[in-house]
Structures are given as structure tokens and as C-alpha cells.
């Protein structure tokens, strides 16, 4: 993937690689906490650059 990309919404991961909700989330929780992925509430999480991250952009996300 490429920065910038949209990953499928979780419920869609979850049915695509046949796994729970929960574990979807828990992996999308890792990437964010790592910088790989943006995630809002109500949008889908996008791809970013590790480069550039810091943890308040990932707070500011979460609510």
C-alpha cells in the first residue's frame, strides 16, 4: 500500500482474511500506535508516513 491509501473498513477486513472484529481492531490499534496508519472514528484508517508521525496526530484521532 501506498501512503495515503484507505484500508477496507474492519468488518470487511475481518470477512475478507476470516478472523474477529476484535482481532482487526487489534492490529489496526498496533499500526496506528506505530505510526503506520491514521485511524478516525467514523473514517476509514489511512496510510501514512512513519516518518512524519507523532503521537499527538494519533491522539487527536482517538475518541
Known amino acids: 500500500m ?5 484500508l477496507l473498513p474492519i468488518t470487511e477486513l ?3 482474511y476470516h ?3 476484535g482481532t482487526v481492531h487489534r492490529a489496526l490499534t498496533e499500526l496506528k500506535s506505530e505510526g503506520l496508519v491514521r485511524a478516525r472514528r467514523g473514517q476509514r484508517a489511512v496510510v ?3 516518518n512524519f508521525y507523532t503521537p499527538e496526530a494519533n491522539i487527536e484521532g482517538s475518541a
Open 2 to 6: 501506498r501512503i495515503g491509501d484507505t
Open 14 to 16: 475481518a470477512g475478507r
Open 19 to 21: 478472523v474477529g472484529v
Open 48 to 50: 501514512t508516513d512513519r
